[in-house]
């Protein structure tokens, strides 16, 4: 009887930790964490979801009918832990997640405070992201194909820009590129 109670425990303990979630559109349950991974099914805008774990951009989920698989982060609306919002829910909540499911955040959605800190440029891809830059003559070319006529904007001037930047002017960079 003694091995059972811990047992019991974890059981109810499991509930109360699950942090439920529902889906804000129509998406597809994937078998991995990836864009072209297979689709195991569809899921319905306004279905309720268990959120198992969080992988990046991506929860791995069970569904109403028992289907597990991943389903990215931005599908999904959060909602309080376990079945009500009693004491010990919101705080099985904040021991598994952090949160207590009851505030907005705001920022990069998926990843930690301790994955931004660790975060390290990546000069390739920085370099692949300029390759899609366009010419100013390919630009002016595209803009002369649709009819677009040019038009001279009076630059947006800061007190808080004039006095960060050693009180230079918010012209553009020397390479061209917008800061």
Do not use: H
């Not at 974890?10 to 998406?27: D, E, H, L, M, W």
């Not at 079945?83 to 998926?110: A, D, E, P």
């Not at 931004?116 to 366009?134: L, R, T, W």
Request: proline share 4%; hydrophobic share 35%; with cysteine.
């Amino acid at each position: 009887m003694r091995q059972l109670i811990p047992l019991l425990l974890f059981a109810i303990c499991g509930s109360v930790f699950a942090q439920s979630g529902t889906v804000v559109r129509k998406t597809d349950l994937r078998d991995k964490p990836f864009l072209d991974a297979a689709v195991v099914a569809p899921i319905a805008a306004n279905t309720t979801i268990e959120i198992q774990s969080n992988k990046g951009a991506w929860m791995q989920v069970k569904a109403a009918n028992g289907q597990v698989g991943w389903i990215k982060l931005l599908n999904v609306r959060t909602s309080g832990g376990g079945t009500s919002n009693s004491g010990l829910g919101t705080l099985g909540n904040v021991i598994k997640t952090g949160s207590s499911g009851q505030t907005v955040t705001t920022g990069v959605k998926g990843l930690s405070a301790e994955q931004i800190q660790q975060a390290e440029p990546n000069p390739a891809e920085v370099d692949k992201m300029e390759s899609y830059a366009s010419s100013q003559s390919d630009a002016t070319r595209a803009a002369q194909q649709a009819k677009l006529n040019p038009q001279s904007v009076a630059a947006i001037s800061s007190s808080s820009s004039s006095s960060n930047n050693g009180g230079s002017s918010t012209a553009a960079p020397s390479n061209g590129r917008r800061p």
